[in-house]
């Protein structure tokens, strides 16, 4: 218990605090990936445009949510609980998409 | 925003840090679920662009790409401001996180106002579905569809930013009268997480409604 404490209180202390070169990183990086996902989209890459568009969008969202968040420095359980939204989002799309990918039209049905 | 506490450890925790530790997790279980809201409206949009793709195409060619672009840099510098701000309050500088709130704060009304003038121009352009919609003989048949989406897409993101900027208030006056701490600032830090959900909301929102389909099957 008092290891746990003391571990946690460590944390608070230095590992809580990033330097301000982080913050700075990741909002430049989050501005290129801006303008390069507007430049893409600019070029057709048939069906890949999509896939690009949300890839670039993907890697954003991940700086977002491991520095802005903090979740990079923050315990298991709030890892776990951050991912389980976006699992559980992609089993939903996954489902979804399968039923509509799949549907053909039956003749004499309308 | 949980905590209450002027600078004390509620009776129910036995320390700050667990007492932090658990608002945080309070706050991603919110957003969990906020997560789960928007999910539904990603999935409409999923299956109606899958249904009626060469209406996206069209609905997306029609919105501004520069505005679009301009307002994504905007609402990500708003990001980092409000991570330092939690950074501020973090280090017991309750004031320089209240000025980095505001700072917030100005942006999210520049978000805003680009937002309501594309608004605007939508409106102008008579492509308000229900309200004021004629969008001309060349239109798709589903293109009030990719409309209707883009409307309550973006204003719901919209609603979530207004939120947030009474949540500003709030918090920004409590940190310039020294109400955090070092060790205790859940209210800015959960603040934070809520901005940055809204945040990583338009990642997703901007290029899904401005960007893709413009080079899909054309119709």
Same mark, same amino acid.
């Given at each position: ?20 070169r ?9 501005l ?14 048939g ?29 298991k ?7 389980a ?9 996954v ?10 039209p ?5 | ?6 600078g004390?450890l509620?009776?129910?925790f ?18 969990i ?11 409409v ?23 679009g672009t ?9 990001? +980092?401001?409000m991570a330092? $701000? ?5 280090? *017991? ?5 209240? %000025?980095?709130? !505001? #700072? ?9 106002g ?6 605007s ?8 579905p229900?309200?004021?919609?004629n ?7 589903? +293109?009030?569809?990719f409309? $209707? ?5 973006t *204003?719901?993101?919209?609603l979530?930013? %207004?939120?947030? !900027? #009474? ?6 006056r ?15 830090e ?19 409604l ?10």
């Amino acid at each position: 218990m008092v290891l746990i404490h003391e571990q946690a209180s460590l944390m608070s202390e230095h590992g809580h605090v990033l330097p301000l070169r982080i913050y700075f990183g990741v909002f430049f990086a989050l501005l290129a990936g801006t303008a390069l996902t507007s430049w893409v989209a600019t070029i057709d890459l048939g069906h890949l445009n999509d896939a690009v568009a949300l890839a670039i969008a993907g890697t954003k969202a991940a700086l977002v949510i491991l520095f802005f968040m903090h979740v990079r420095y923050s315990s298991k359980l709030i890892w776990v609980f951050s991912l389980a939204g976006f699992v559980w989002l992609v089993l939903f799309f996954v489902l979804i998409l399968a039923d509509y990918e799949t549907r053909v039209p039956v003749q004499g049905w309308g | 925003m949980s905590s209450r506490t002027e600078g004390a450890l509620a009776h129910h925790f036995e320390t700050l840090e667990q007492q932090a530790e658990a608002g945080a997790l309070g706050m991603w279980a919110f957003l969990i679920q906020e997560v789960m809201f928007f999910g539904g409206l990603f999935t409409v949009y999923l299956v109606y662009r899958t249904l009626h793709p060469a209406a996206f195409v069209q609905g997306s060619a029609h919105l501004p790409i520069d505005l679009g672009t301009l307002n994504t840099g905007v609402l990500i510098g708003s990001s +980092l401001t409000m991570a330092l $701000a939690v950074r501020g309050a973090q280090l *017991g500088r309750g004031k320089n996180a209240a %000025l980095f709130i !505001l #700072a917030t704060m100005l942006l999210a009304c520049v978000f805003l106002g680009i937002k309501g003038l594309e608004y605007s121009h939508k409106w102008h352009d008579q492509l308000v579905p229900g309200l004021n919609w004629n969008p001309g003989p060349d239109a798709d048949a589903h +293109l009030n569809l990719f409309y $209707a989406l883009y409307f309550v897409m973006t *204003g719901c993101h919209a609603l979530h930013m %207004l939120i947030g !900027l #009474a949540l500003m208030v709030v918090v920004a006056r409590k940190a310039w009268r020294g109400g955090y701490s070092p060790g205790n600032f859940l209210g800015v830090e959960c603040l934070g997480l809520y901005w940055h959900f809204v945040d990583l909301v338009w990642i997703f929102l901007f290029p899904l409604l401005y960007l893709l389909g413009r080079h899909g099957p054309h119709s």
